[in-house]
């Protein structure tokens, strides 16, 4: 079985201090690809999934690293999430993150 073509789209979004949770992707039901790198600082991030409205109120941890490109701080779904991705800084520390997805 062969996939489907897709366009990938990289953004940066920068996560704020205040450990608030930053929604990075909206809800898509044709979602197939998403990869998070956490390569511009070595603070840790959560990422979680919750609706377009409501954030979550847990998720999985990502390690950072300040060496751009480190496989250690990205994360690839193998198959990606349909529902909103939120992201947050685990540290009162605000830092950038990589967003690569198809939508």
Excluded at 52 to 57: F, I, Q
Excluded at 73 to 92: E, G, L, R, S
Aim: proline share 3%; aromatic share 6%; charged share 15%.
């Amino acid at each position: 079985m062969r996939g489907h073509n897709a366009s990938l789209t990289a953004k940066t979004v920068t996560l704020p201090a205040d450990q608030s949770w930053v929604k990075i992707l909206d809800s898509n039901a044709s979602r197939m690809y998403l990869c998070i790198q956490n390569d511009h600082d070595n603070h840790s991030i959560m990422i979680g999934f919750s609706n377009d409205t409501v954030a979550p109120t847990t998720g999985m941890n990502l390690d950072g690293s300040a060496t751009v490109g480190n496989l250690a701080a990205t994360f690839q779904f193998n198959v990606a999430p349909i529902n909103a991705v939120w992201a947050k800084v685990n540290d009162a520390h605000a830092h950038d993150i990589e967003v690569i997805y198809d939508d």
